[in-house]
């Protein structure tokens, strides 16, 4: 395990695994361009390991340039990408072969394709030594490929953390067993969504609110937003494949974080074991499902006070703060006997002052 700024890294390639791969790739376009006098094109910074030990194996006359390209800031792609260095020789008539570090989303690809479109080379074509196929969403075909790779964020052998990392000989990957994984409960007024603010920010944690995630979805009009809206517009209710890829959406958009708090989601012991499979799925898992439980009457008290404030009618109403409660206690119980059965359920006492409730929280997830 090695720690590169905030982050740790697990071992997940050898230098053993990456030169035969490497190898594997040469011997590949060795056996296409023996013939000719093919230009390797560098993307630094990331390829710059790569294309040293690519030479080596390229047992055959060949010319090599690199260009610069950034799009990356910490463990994010920030989706704007930029030309640092352009290719200076006359390539024209000449075939050129890209050497990628890593291709994942594709957006470097794109500008890669754009630089060479008015060049009239003879051929163009893509070589990646990772390739992480199940996220690459380009148009363009990747000739040739060292190793295809899950979607996780891993450094070494010339890719970085926050410019760390580039000098490994070996490939390390983020190391999600560190990561947090809630779910939190609570009955309307027990202060969930004020105890979720201070939690995120206290432990680096995303806050995935189901109810803001189709807010968002169906506002932005996006496919799974207008598929949600489908079943809504009938009565029906949003199957929980639907909520589940948004959830995953959300997860992905958020590969920095520390972890992530599930408010809203799962609602029922078929959608936890749903999310249960999504997670493992991503090497990760829910690590504990906290309960913050508090008074009834003390929570209608403060709901009603609540609603004197924010007009809301629904905190205006005993009756309905109550029906609100049972709801809460309906759904809840077949959850807290899931989560229990895995000694992942922990309740928390949600009544006192803001600062005791978070400390109380601290206290779990401290000893996780």
Known sequence: MIKLHDKLFAPYLSEIQILDAVKKMADAIAKDYKDEVPIFVGVLNGSFMFVSDFLKAYQHPCEVSFVKLSSYQGLTST????????VSEDIEGRSVIILEDI???????QQLVHLFSDSNVKEFKIASLFYKSEIYNGE???DYVGMDIPNKFIV???LDYNELGRN????????????INLVLFGKPGAGKGTQAGFLKEKYNLKHISTGDVFRFNMKNNTELGQLAKSFIDKGDLVPDEVTINMLKAEVE????AAGFIFDGFPRTATQAEALDNFLESKGMQVNATIALEADDDVLVARLLERGKESGRSDDQDESKIRNRFDEYNQKTAPLKEFYSAQEKFYSVNGIGEISEITARLSEVINGL
Do not use: F
């Open 79 to 86: 989706g704007i990408v930029e030309t640092l260095l352009d």
């Open 103 to 109: 291709i994942d989303t594709g957006r470097t690809l």
């Open 140 to 142: 363009y075909a990747i």
């Open 156 to 158: 070494g052998y010339g």
């Open 168 to 179: 490994l000989r070996e490939v390390y990957q983020l190391n999600q067993m560190d990561m």
């Open 253 to 256: 958009k958020n590969p920095d």
